[in-house]
């Protein structure tokens, strides 16, 4: 039985998109219960699982007494608001390009990459059956991420923030989906820096 | 010669993407400088538009002293902010919800609506040369909308949200995509109430 007086997290462990949340809550210390929903098998489409989230999709956060949550990057804030984290600015500019980042990781890094990774990894379909422009969007994303990294650690500036948990859940699996990350030296140092902070293990091929 | 210690927002008059952040800004009484570019004649590929914004994007904000800031929504966030406006909620769950949609807009919404929308009535592409699956998942998001707004007059509750500036944007001209919005009554019903809180003339058919 599930403690409904704690967060609950429903989120697959093969979408970077459900790890975001349960990293970030790890991170903070947060206490919450994590439900595998194994999107493979349907489970994100069962009427248990309609009935909680119309959308049919995870991650998902169940907040005692106040329903559901989705999408990846509204979970990432109110789980750092609750937890009072530093990974949001304080100053509003600065807050306001982290929030930038985090709309352009799901419109053009997310849609690209995971979207690929996924076609090619998990459901298998050769190069030929993927839409032909997700590899040079792809690239066009990382090439983004690796002239901001030139001079700074982080995405955003000298400190980590959300935005550099919300682009390493995909960037770190992007060799997944057929990108040569080997091409961006400064992104490759990112992931190593973003994974040790997150105390994750490194996905990333030849480590 | 622009006014630099005012707030500038460059955008295209016939982008909702652009559109949203204008609204926002009149709504608030802030004092700001549009300046019109012409996405379709490539004025946000020049060179003097690059050397302000690398993404060559519009909307862009350029901030007096702290530089430019890119992304419909997180400009609107900024702008919210910045007027210290109401249109965020207060309380932590209400405000994350919002944020929700403000990512579903852009990933699910503005995604096939207002894609669907650009390549029909601006770039004057025959339907057959459209992605197919543009419509059904612009469908998708409007019978989102209609099911939010059973029972209620705003997006997210019973007060307006920045959720709803930036749903109206691409909504309000769906027609233009070849979406029926005479099937959504409720979403007809909020694009009015919306249309006159931001004080804007009505765009959908039969009006």
Redesign the interface.
């Known amino acids: 039985m599930l403690d409904m007086s704690k967060l609950t997290l429903y989120g697959s462990s093969i979408s970077g998109n459900c790890l975001k949340g349960k990293w970030a809550a790890d991170l903070f210390g947060l206490s919450y219960d994590w439900v595998e929903i194994d999107i493979l098998a349907g489970e994100s489409r069962t009427d248990a699982f309609l009935a909680m989230n ?2 049919g999709q995870v991650p998902v956060l169940q ?1 005692p007494g ?1 329903g559901v ?7 990432l ?2 789980l750092a ?2 937890a009072g984290s530093d990974l949001i600015p304080a100053n ?2 600065d ?3 982290m ?2 980042w ?3 990781e ?2 053009n890094h ?2 690209s990459i995971a979207v690929r990774r996924f076609r090619k990894a998990y459901l298998g379909l050769p190069d030929a059956d993927i839409d032909p422009q997700l590899l040079p969007k792809g690239y066009s994303a990382l090439e ?1 991420m690796e ?1 901001a990294l030139d001079g700074q650690d982080w995405i955003c500036g000298d400190a980590m923030t959300l935005a550099d948990i919300a682009l390493v859940a995909y960037t770190r699996v992007a060799h997944e989906g057929g990108y040569e990350l080997a091409r961006f030296p400064l992104v490759l140092d990112w992931i190593i820096r973003t994974e040790t902070k997150l105390d994750i293990p490194h996905a990333r091929e030849g480590l």
């Open positions: 119309p959308n907040i106040e949550l989705d999408q990846s990057n509204a979970i804030i109110y608001e609750t509003a500019v807050r306001a390009r929030m930038s985090l709309f352009w799901q419109y997310e849609a983004r002239a």
